[in-house]
């Protein structure tokens, strides 16, 4: 059974830093690309960032130079630190993760963490 279990979610004020983990299991994680994405009230759920199965990253134009997206392999687990955080960051911040290969897609993801900029 494939579990992506988010953390590290909550309450910050604007300016602060929290970081996200995403622990995986039931996958073979090294060959699975990773991902963040949030979802605000009332829109889309968004990419936020991304890492491959070989580390490398991508970053949505919101978040660049404020938030770092990482792999540890011996802990199957992804984490996303997230400095300088603004109101607009608000949302629920999911796990991603994703395998394609000729034959199939396997896409799975977390329950979820949501995270709050506030003063």
């Known amino acids: 059974q494939v579990q992506l279990v988010e953390s590290g979610g909550g309450l910050v004020q604007p300016g602060g830093s929290l970081r996200l983990s995403c622990a995986a299991s039931?996958?073979?994680?090294?060959?699975?690309?990773m991902a963040w994405y949030r979802q605000a009230p009332g829109k889309q759920r968004e990419l936020v960032a991304g890492i491959t199965s070989g580390s490398r990253t991508n970053y949505a134009d919101s978040v660049k130079d404020r938030f770092t997206i990482s792999r540890d392999y011996a802990k199957n687990t992804v984490y996303l630190q997230m400095n300088s955080l603004k109101p607009e960051d608000t949302a629920v911040y999911y796990c991603n993760a994703v395998r394609n290969t000729a034959l199939r897609r396997d896409d799975y993801w977390g329950q979820g963490t949501p995270v709050t900029v506030s003063s």
């Open positions: 039931g996958i073979i994680f090294r060959i699975y690309d």
